[in-house]
C-alpha cells in the first residue's frame, strides 16, 4: 500500500478488481476494510473487468497496475490510479487517475499522482514517467504540468483521436 497525507493507495488484488467488474459495492467496501463508497468512484468501470482478466495471466504485475484510492478522512473509495504495466524497455512507466466527481479540485488526484511517481522512481530501471491526456487544456494537463511533466508530442488514439504525451524523468541514469 502506498500513503499520503490524505489517501491510501491499496494495490487491486485480484479479488478487489472482481468485486469491482461485478459492481459488488458491498463485497468491495468489505474487502478495503469496510470503507464507504463514493458515487462515481470510477469513470471507467469496463476497466476492472480487462484489468481482472489480465492480472489473471500476470499475477506478478499486479504492483504496476491499478490502485484503489481510499481517503483517510471519510474512508471512502473515491478513486483508482495507476500504471498501464511494468517499465518497458527504454524504462517508462505510464501513469492514470480517476478521482470521483464530489473529490474533484481537492488536490487529490495531484497527490495520487505524486505519489505513483514517487513509488516508480524507487523501483530499479524507471527512467521516465509518462501521461497521456487529450489534446486539449484540462485540469489533467494542469496536474501534469505542476508535478513537472513536459509535453513531448501530439498522437492520434484510434479510440480518443488527437492526445497529447506528457513525460517526466526520474533522474536516474541510463545504466
Known amino acids: 500500500?502506498?500513503?499520503?497525507?490524505?489517501?491510501?493507495?491499496?494495490?487491486?488484488?485480484?479479488?478487489?478488481?472482481?468485486?469491482?467488474?461485478?459492481?459488488?459495492?458491498?463485497?468491495?467496501?468489505?474487502?478495503?476494510?469496510?470503507?464507504?463508497?463514493?458515487?462515481?468512484?470510477?469513470?471507467?468501470?469496463?476497466?476492472m473487468d480487462w484489468m481482472h482478466r489480465y492480472l489473471l495471466d500476470h499475477p506478478a504485475e499486479t504492483d504496476w497496475w491499478s490502485y484503489f484510492i481510499v481517503h483517510k478522512t471519510d474512508m471512502r473509495l473515491?478513486?483508482?490510479?495507476?500504471?498501464?504495466?511494468?517499465?518497458?524497455?527504454?524504462?517508462?512507466?505510464?501513469?492514470?487517475?480517476?478521482?470521483?466527481?464530489?473529490?474533484?479540485?481537492?488536490?487529490?488526484?495531484?497527490?495520487?499522482?505524486?505519489?505513483?511517481?514517487?513509488?516508480?522512481?524507487?523501483?530499479?530501471?524507471?527512467m521516465a514517467v509518462q501521461a497521456h491526456t487529450l489534446a486539449e487544456e484540462n485540469a489533467s494537463v494542469a496536474l501534469l504540468r505542476k508535478l513537472g511533466f513536459k509535453f513531448m508530442e501530439e498522437k492520434i488514439d484510434l479510440q480518443d483521436g488527437r492526445i497529447w504525451l506528457w513525460q517526466k524523468n526520474t533522474g536516474l541514469e541510463q545504466p
Not at 485480484?14 to 474487502?31: C, G, H, I, Q
Not at 517499465?87 to 473529490?103: N, Q, S
Open 78 to 126: 473515491i478513486g483508482t490510479a495507476g500504471y498501464k504495466g511494468p517499465p518497458d524497455p527504454e524504462g517508462r512507466v505510464e501513469i492514470g487517475y480517476e478521482i470521483a466527481d464530489a473529490y474533484q479540485g481537492q488536490g487529490l488526484a495531484t497527490e495520487a499522482a505524486a505519489a505513483l511517481i514517487e513509488h516508480a522512481g524507487r523501483q530499479g530501471g524507471v
Open 1 to 47: 500500500m502506498i500513503q499520503t497525507e490524505h489517501l491510501f493507495l491499496v494495490p487491486a488484488s485480484l479479488e478487489l478488481l472482481a468485486a469491482a467488474a461485478r459492481n459488488d459495492e458491498a463485497s468491495l467496501s468489505a474487502l478495503l476494510g469496510g470503507v464507504g463508497i463514493a458515487e462515481q468512484w470510477s469513470h471507467f468501470p469496463e476497466a
